[in-house]
T-cell receptor
């Protein structure tokens, strides 16, 4: 079945550091790929998405590129801020409307 | 728009009691999803509806769980009887349907359920 694997957390960085959170997937067909962010005490919010190979999703300085050859969708940001501290979830959607989530990666950014 | 509204935000109950969680999706959205989040199992899809009709309930853990959507603006998730292992955060999400299926899912703030 479909699955998403994220790099294990937690990840702790200093402000302005470069961020990479790895995400790889297994899916039949051609999934759409997503990154969601969950701030403390809140629900998940869509951060960015990509619907086909080589697409790049971007939002709020975050980027991720849909790499079909490596089945990956790594999240990157060039300079993180304290306000980026949250849990980040990689997810995929294939036909049938189901979102399959990764385990989530806790990010803490220190000033 | 107010976003997806869930109530209550917190629920503490005793084992064996009935629990009802409520969700109001974003107006105009025709897909509604119920998820459960725990440390052990992460985020799991329990059930989803399209135009108030349950489409896939394969994630519902057992017969103690039931979900209804009597109209386009309201859904409930009921647990009867509740057990301590049901303790989790339950999220409702909604999305707008497109020709290819549902679009981006918008999540509510969740209901934190504790069963003692």
């Amino acid at each position: 079945g479909d699955s998403v694997t994220q790099m294990e957390g937690p990840v702790t960085l200093s402000e302005e550091a470069f961020l990479t959170i790895n995400c790889t997937y297994t899916a039949t067909g051609y999934p759409s790929l997503f990154w969601y962010v969950q701030y403390p005490g809140e629900g998940l919010q869509l951060l960015l998405k990509a619907t086909k190979a080589d697409d790049k999703g971007s939002n709020k300085g975050f980027e991720a590129t849909y790499r079909k050859e490596t089945t990956s969708f790594h999240l990157e940001k060039g300079s993180v801020q304290v306000s980026d501290s949250a849990v980040y979830f990689c997810a995929l959607e294939t036909s049938g409307s189901r979102l399959t989530f990764g385990e989530g990666t806790q990010l803490t950014v220190n000033p | 728009d107010a976003g997806v509204i869930q109530s209550p935000r917190h629920e503490v109950t005793e084992m064996g009691q009935e629990v009802t969680l409520r969700c109001k999706p974003i107006s105009g959205h025709d897909y509604l999803f119920w998820y459960r989040q725990t440390m052990m199992r992460g985020l799991e899809l329990l059930i989803y509806f399209n135009n108030n009709v349950p489409i896939d309930d394969s994630g519902m853990p057992e017969d103690r769980f039931s979900a209804k959507m009597p109209n386009a603006s309201f859904s409930t998730l009921k647990i009867q009887p509740s057990e301590p292992r049901d303790s989790a955060v339950y999220f409702c999400a909604s999305s707008l349907g497109t020709s290819g299926g549902p679009d981006t899912q918008y999540f509510g703030p969740g209901t934190r359920l504790t069963v003692l």
